[in-house]
């Protein structure tokens, strides 16, 4: 049973659909359309599609469909929805379950679009908001109210890391009947079981460790078939965050290697700040596989290691920042994450420069900052490349 297999297999197999020819590799279905062999079964195709009918590219397609499928089965969850980038995933899991009246409880520290959907858009139509330090249950637990709807959290955030202690939010939210939403990008579908924790809904942008190619957009919103099904996909397919087939071709294909590069990758990460622990041009080295992170054991206990990410803050604020980055060889100054090429932000200009000083400060983003996304290359190369760099700042 493919529910039975582990991790590398489902990754490698899960959801797959041959034509008739038999081909090996995932095939590319590019059609937007599908052509029934009779009027009368395209009425009944309308009337209830079954799991393997397709009607149209906006509500689902093979290739998509395969990615779905696979996805799923990686994550525990009984069944997903495919969109076109992780954003439309996180607005889709979010509207589509909330109304006029409804009340949020949502950590604070936010990737800067999620933090836009929950600040301006929803409280636009009348959901009222309420943010808390995600790592503090009490403030969770004075929050919550008995019309609290929906949680929302990152269970790893970006990009200062702190780690979400994701089973005992879920407690607090199911006590009041809130669906639990689960932004698991940081700490990637191969290290948490979010799920199996008491997240409801997990969604993920793709765009990260999934292609982790730096190739396509994507995002993929995970939960109980009636939620998927009842839900959500009335929502995207009538509001058209599809994704599409070659995307899902590719992510497909990025899927069949993902727990090999993220392990190679948190391996990189844990030898890169082991080996900048202590370095006199640096005031942080924030890793959460190191024991002296504040959330160290809940990283342990829920997500296994520190994930692929590191957070590093230069002595001597922003213009130190800029001549660290500058002066590196390995890693390009980009602002994706979860890629198989080390990627280095200075958050304050780049990621989080819609953020006033105030909020900056609250999150712990300071101007000297930096935010290093591991990836799968030699970690000696990354720690020399790295440590000549500082020598130059
Ligand atoms: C990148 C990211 C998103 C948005 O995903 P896109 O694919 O860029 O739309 C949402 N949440 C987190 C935590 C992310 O890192």
Known sequence: ?????????????????????????????????????????????????????F??????NPTVRMFEERIALLEGAEDAF????????????????????????????????????????????????????GTDLDAWRAAVRPDTKVVFLETMSNPTLEVIDLKSVAEIAHDVGATVIVDNVFATPVFSQAIELGADVVVYSATKHIDGQGRVLGGVVLGTREYIRKTLEP???????????????LLLKGLETLELRVRAQADGAMAIAEALQGNPKLTRVVYPGLPDHPNFEIAQE????????IALEVDGGQAAAFRFLNALKIAVISNNLGDAKSIITHPTTTTHQRLTEEQRAELGITPGLVRLSVGIEDPDDLI???????DAV
């Open 1 to 53: 049973m493919p529910q039975d297999w582990k991790k590398r297999t489902k990754l490698v197999h899960g959801g797959i659909r041959r034509s008739q020819y038999g081909e090996v590799a995932e095939p590319i279905f590019l059609t937007q359309g599908f052509v029934y062999d009779s009027a009368e079964q395209a009425m009944q195709r309308f009337e209830d599609a079954g799991d393997d009918e």
């Open 55 to 60: 009607i149209y590219a906006r509500y689902g």
């Open 82 to 133: 495919a969109t076109a980038s992780g954003m439309a995933a996180v607005n889709a899991a979010l509207v589509s379950m909330l109304k006029a009246g409804d009340h949020v409880v949502s950590a604070r520290a936010l990737f800067g679009s999620c933090l836009y959907i929950l600040e301006e858009i929803l409280t636009r139509y009348g959901v009222e908001v309420t943010f808390v330090d």
């Open 235 to 249: 929502y995207l397919k009538h509001t058209g965050g599809a994704m599409s087939p070659f995307t899902a071709w």
């Open 302 to 309: 829920q997500l296994e290691r520190g994930g692929t990410v």
């Open 384 to 390: 020399a490349d790295i440590s000549q760099a500082l």
